[in-house]
């Protein structure tokens, strides 16, 4: 059987089942997100000033990056779990979690003063964003290699890459909760290096778990 029609065998095959695979990454990402979240809760928990700080567009700024970069990696995650799919508009929707924390700090910039730049971005817990957002990312990712498994995807390390970057901002928006430093200068470079670090580990394991 020659490539393209062992791509359409599956394709087709897969469109029956358009509905358990929906199932299957629902619950193996929320079953990995939970994980994550129990492990939240019990060894961090949210800030002290969290309900107080529900107010500041700061702090709610890290929830909608967060929550941009999980939306917009699942959507492209769930486009590539098919054979042959075309992930259209959703390979380059990933790039909006970027574009919003540029334009964010930009904003900064012109509010905050210049000698303040720097101490906002340092931040007060830079090694523990550097380790809590890939660890907690890694129940999730988890659980959407396992459902990328059933929807056997024909582009496995793009795959990969994009699930990771859904369980990062997941991850990334339970570590918000518990993160002092607010401001998008901080998420800019912290909160984007712990992405990366889970993008390229998606990357590099799709290669591997994916493969079909």
Known sequence: MKTEDLIAALAADNQTR???????????LGLGFCVS??????????RPTFFASL???RFLFKFL???TLAATGLTLAWRLSRPGADPGLARRAVFLAPVLVIVASLIEM???PSDQWAARMIGHNAVHC???IPFMSLAPLAGLFLALRHGAPSDPRRAGAAA????????????????????PFFVAVWYMIATSIVVALGWFAGGRLLRW
Do not use: I, K, W
Not at 21 to 27: A, I, M, P, Q, Y
Not at 37 to 46: H, K, R, S, V, W
């Open 130 to 132: 550097l380790t809590l």
């Open 110 to 112: 012109a509010v905050v």
């Open 55 to 57: 107010d500041e567009p």
């Open 18 to 28: 358009q509905a358990p695979l929906s199932r299957v990454f629902g619950l193996d």
């Open 65 to 67: 990056f967060s929550a």
């Open 164 to 183: 990771a970057v859904a369980s990062a901002g997941l991850a990334a928006a339970l570590y918000a909760a518990n993160c002092p430093d607010d401001s």
């Open 37 to 46: 979240a129990l492990f939240f809760f019990t060894f961090l928990g949210l």
